[in-house]
């Protein structure tokens, strides 16, 4: 397993956690001095643990980095990508190179990596797992490009699912929660108060079950993410209570010098600053026009849209009569496949209910696939309710009692034969 941002916070955690639960583990980190203390934390299980204290930005980083994983182990299986980096301030008046870092940090050098471990991924049928934010659903201002950013991973991770889905690699998306860790002290806030911010012990061991599951979601902290998804319902609420108790979420700004703003990134997750102090180079003054960007102690007065003048009204049309479109008729079964027909047969009027059709099936059915009930309804139905999963796990123990599947563990299954 490579897992980035392992010199302190969730990265450390899961080095630590799954090193001791039998995986063999490459740790990559900024800092050395983290990562020898990571060493001396797993006692005599050393031999299942290499770090690399590197920068993934630095040219070459990716093709190193599964190099020297390869070389210590033969092999890698999973990929785990936990780096991040935040830039304090106003997005709008951060430098290229700060916005860069963060997209870079994020985005690019994630998926480089995955780029260079990918003929080792489809050998082992491994994992990708991609580490999101709540503010990729609710953006946060004074958080530079770290909100587009983790929006950009949440949107990769689907895309890359799909997309590896036929060469059985698993690709999963984990939304941390907010984790007392360092990483927003660093950048200059006061982080998440005590009785929000997640244990990054426990965040790590919900990354651990669902590499060892291959889940494609994981909500670390579930009380959190329903907030968050009831948030996204109600956006202009959300911003305005926000801005007014930003120490909700860990943003209040906290000895920040008045009047100037960091240009590079403060911090990264595994709490590396480019530098412990930031030097008058990387400063400059804001411009006067630009300094009520900052948050604002109280809400701006409300601005009144002008009133558009009343539309006359118009004559009523006469409507044309529209003939009556045929009735669809009900989807109608495969005929190629007779066999997978008669093992559905129980479950078929519920399957047309549900737009569950067998040539879907069919399709899934190519020998030594792996499938999992979660990713089978998420592939048919969307965003699949109750109703849906439980008819997908139906469906899959039917072509499994008929030797279609072999079951490999709970809701997990190995396609033995096609349909025809």
Do not use: C
Request: aromatic share 4%.
């Amino acid at each position: 397993m490579i897992v980035t941002g392992a010199s302190s916070g969730i990265g450390r955690a899961l080095a630590e956690l799954a090193v001791r639960a039998g995986w063999r583990v490459f740790a990559v980190g900024r800092r050395a001095e983290r990562l020898e203390g990571l060493r001396r934390s797993v006692g005599d299980a050393t031999d299942s643990l290499a770090t690399l204290s590197l920068d993934i930005r630095e040219r070459g980083a990716p093709e190193r980095i599964v190099r020297e994983a390869l070389e210590r182990f033969g092999r890698i299986d999973a990929l785990v990508n936990i780096a991040g980096t935040v830039a304090a301030g106003p997005i709008s008046l951060q430098s290229d190179e700060a916005l860069r870092e963060q997209l870079e940090v994020h985005v690019i050098v994630p998926l480089a990596l995955l780029r260079e471990a990918l003929g080792e991924l489809r050998e082992r049928r491994g994992q990708v797992v991609f580490v999101g934010s709540g503010v990729a659903r609710i953006p946060v201002g004074g958080l530079g490009a770290y909100p587009p950013a983790k929006a950009a991973v949440r949107n990769m991770t689907r895309v890359a699912r799909n997309e590896l889905r036929a060469f059985g690699i698993a690709v999963t998306y984990v939304d941390p929660g907010a984790v007392a860790t360092e990483f927003m002290t660093r950048a200059g806030f006061s982080g998440p108060p005590p009785w929000i911010g997640a244990s990054p012990i426990d965040v790590a061991r919900r990354i651990l079950d669902a590499i060892e599951r291959r889940k494609p979601f994981v909500n670390a902290v579930p009380w959190q993410a329903a907030f968050v998804a009831l948030g996204e319902l109600f956006p202009i609420l959300t911003d305005l209570v926000l801005s007014r108790a930003p120490e909700i979420v860990g943003t209040q700004a906290t000895g920040l010098q008045e009047g100037v703003t960091p240009l590079p990134a403060a911090a990264s997750a595994d709490g590396q600053p480019p530098s412990e102090q930031v030097s008058s180079s990387q400063t400059r003054e804001i411009p006067e026009y630009a300094r009520n960007l900052s948050p604002p102690q109280s809400m701006p007065p409300k601005l009144e849209p002008p009133k558009p003048e009343p539309a006359k009204p118009e004559p009523p049309k006469p409507e044309p009569i529209k003939p009556e479109p045929p009735k669809p008729e009900p989807p109608k079964p495969s005929a190629s496949s007779p066999k997978l027909e008669a093992a559905l047969e129980p479950l078929a009027q519920r399957m047309q209910r549900s737009s569950l059709s067998v040539t879907f099936l069919d399709s899934l059915l190519v020998p030594g696939a792996e499938l999992e009930t979660g990713d089978v309804a998420l592939r048919w139905a969307g965003m699949p309710n109750k109703h849906e999963r439980v008819l997908t796990h139906q469906v899959l123990e039917a072509l499994a009692d008929a030797n279609f599947l072999t079951r490999t563990r709970a809701d997990h299954y190995r396609v033995q034969r096609a349909a025809n």
